[in-house]
Every structure is written in C-alpha cells, then in structure tokens.
C-alpha cells in the first residue's frame, strides 16, 4: 500500500483515495481494464462467450434455431450482451469512484463507524499528484469503458435494423 507522505493525514490507510485506486488496480476484475487492447477485448469476448450459457437456452426456446437461425442468433447474441453491459457497467462505475476520490480536494472518511465522519483537506502536493494518477492512469480506462459502451450501443442498434429486414 501507498501511505501519503504528509504525517498528518487523519484519514485511515484503506480509505486514502490512493489506496483504493492501488487495491483497485489489482484486483481481479479491475485489473483488465489496463492491459493492452487485445488482451482487453479478449476478456470482453470471454465474458460475451460465458453469457451465451444463460442466453442461449432462452432464445432457444424462443427461437429454434431450425426454423430461425438468424432471429436464434441476434436474440442469443443481444442477451449475452446483457452481462457485457453489466460488467463494463461494473467497471465504469469503480473507476470513476476512485477517480473522484483523487480528483478531491476534500476526502471524507470514517474514523471507526458510519456515525463519525470527517473531512480531510488534502495539501496541494498530495492533490496535483492524485491529480496525474488520474490523468495519466485512470482516464485512459474510463475512456476506453466509454468506447466499449458506446460499441454495445451502436451494435445493439445494429442487430435492430437487422432483425427489421427478417
């Protein structure tokens, strides 16, 4: 873990923005974001492919695919595109906590329970660097999330205007 260099920070270890974005970066379902293209397409490929196991069989019974192959194949490909969205959803919505949390001048925190909050104003040094964490880190996989959500979109219109020439 990270600790901040300013002695005076009031703010317990596992709550300091710069810690959570650290334990983010490394765990198992965030740590995709990061890596190169290919490697994070192939993780969404996979998670499409898994999602197949629960859309497939209802539209199956929806569709048999011996009498509609194409209307079997896009309902099929547009349920397992539910659980894409639900992780890239998943995704977005962690980095861009932590990335709020960088970006703040002012960190609320927890003493020792839900009842006694504090605000903590970080020193301007502590804030211009979790400021380049979050441009030169967490920007790139929230854009990248936004790409991919917007892909999701434009090819669910797509299997939409498909589904109109059946």
């Not at 329970?113 to 400021?131: H, I, T």
Request: proline letters at 5%; glycine letters at 6%.
């Amino acid at each position: 873990m990270i600790d901040y260099e300013v002695s005076s920070c009031p703010v317990p270890t596992e709550q300091q923005p710069l810690n959570e974005y650290e334990q983010l970066k490394n765990s198992w379902l965030f740590r995709d974001c990061g890596l190169s293209m290919r490697s994070y397409l192939s993780k969404i490929a996979w998670a499409w492919g898994l999602s197949w196991f629960i859309a497939g069989p209802v539209a199956y019974s929806s569709f048999p695919p011996h009498k509609y192959a194409a209307q079997f194949v896009l309902c099929g490909a547009a349920g397992a595109s539910i659980g894409v969205v639900l992780l890239v959803l998943r995704l977005y919505l962690g980095w861009s906590y932590v990335r709020g949390r960088l970006v703040s001048p002012v960190i609320f925190y927890e003493e020792s329970g839900w009842y006694d909050g504090q605000n903590w104003m970080k020193p301007q040094q502590v804030l211009d660097r979790d400021r380049l964490v979050v441009n030169y880190e967490i920007k790139p996989i929230i854009q990248r999330l936004q790409i991919t959500s917007l892909s999701l979109v434009i090819l669910f219109f797509a299997g939409i205007a498909i589904w109109q020439f059946l």
